[in-house]
């Protein structure tokens, strides 16, 4: 059993910064990469930043890149997101996944098969 767990969500204002957590634990599997969406009430999950094993190569939504940077600690099994520059536009509940496919697949959300609780940012104007 595979257990994802997200932390650090919460309220912060506009322009403001938060880092999130996501704790992998349970047995040991391989994995491609991991990733983060995030899920606005009403509409659909979308992609945010995503990291392969190794921390070798990143990509992120564009809506995002250049304000969030994805991190990995493998020695830890623990994947970051530092989110700064937070606008209202960023709220959302934020999930993180493994996949095991490479990062030609990143962005495709349903080749994630291991997916957190999701944990809520809220930004507020």
């Known amino acids: 059993q595979v257990q994802v767990v997200e932390s650090g969500g919460g309220l912060v204002q506009a322009g403001g910064s938060m880092r999130l957590s996501c704790a992998v634990s349970g047995r040991s599997f391989s994995y491609g990469g991991m990733g983060w969406f995030r899920q606005a009430p009403g509409k659909e999950r979308e992609f945010v930043a995503a990291?392969?094993?190794?921390?070798?190569?990143?990509d992120y939504a564009d809506s995002v890149k250049g304000r969030f940077t994805i991190s990995i600690d493998n020695a830890k099994r623990t994947l970051y997101l530092q989110m700064n520059g937070l606008n209202p536009e960023d709220t959302a509940k934020y999930y993180c996944?493994?996949?095991?496919?490479?990062?030609?697949?990143?962005?495709?959300?349903?080749?994630?098969?291991?997916w957190g609780q999701g944990t809520q940012v809220t930004v507020s104007s």
């Open positions: 990291i392969t094993y190794n921390g070798g190569t990143k």
């Open positions: 996944a493994a996949t095991p496919y490479s990062s030609s697949w990143f962005r495709e959300v349903q080749r994630y098969n291991y």
